[in-house]
């Protein structure tokens, strides 16, 4: 099951990547995107269901130009997958070139993603789900 877990989560970060969309079809219906965590975000801190999803796709997205994303590496932990992510991009307003690395902590419920939650640091993630089963999985 974990490695499903961890399928269902590749595949739904290949799609963003892609496409910078949501992948509707993996997502169970109270999917939950939690910000409540990530140090300084400016908008609301929960988005529920798709049309959650797309609404904190608009907030995170408004203030760049040019977004690329990097998966690092995915580790399991129980039912839990974490992503560790780079993303760089340029800022609308001033040109800046601007680069971070931070983490998601997704929790996938009989093969759906159930709930996001948002680390600004993968260290702050990964020890949100320390003392569970973690496995480094390659992100190739």
């Known amino acids: 099951?974990?490695?499903?877990n961890v399928e269902v989560v590749r595949r739904a970060w290949q799609h963003f990547i892609a496409m910078h969309g949501f992948a509707e079809e993996l997502a169970a219906?109270?999917?939950?995107?939690?910000?409540s965590s990530f140090r300084g975000w400016?908008?609301?801190?929960?988005?529920?269901?798709v049309g959650g999803m797309y609404a904190f796709l608009r907030d995170w997205f408004e203030p760049f130009d040019d977004l690329e994303f990097v998966v690092e590496g995915y580790h399991e932990?129980?039912?839990d997958v974490v992503t560790v992510v780079?993303?760089?991009?340029?800022a609308r307003a001033s040109g800046v070139g601007v680069e971070m690395?931070?983490?998601v902590v997704t929790f996938v419920r009989d093969g759906l993603l159930a709930r996001a939650k948002v680390y600004a640091?993968?260290?702050e993630a990964l020890n949100a789900v320390r003392g569970r089963r973690s496995i480094r999985v390659t992100s190739r």
């Open 1 to 4: 099951m974990l490695e499903e």
């Open 29 to 35: 219906p109270d999917f939950v995107w939690d910000m």
């Open 42 to 49: 400016p908008e609301q801190l929960y988005y529920e269901g």
């Open 77 to 79: 932990a129980g039912d």
């Open 86 to 90: 780079r993303q760089r991009g340029r």
């Open 101 to 103: 690395r931070y983490a």
């Open 121 to 123: 640091e993968p260290g």
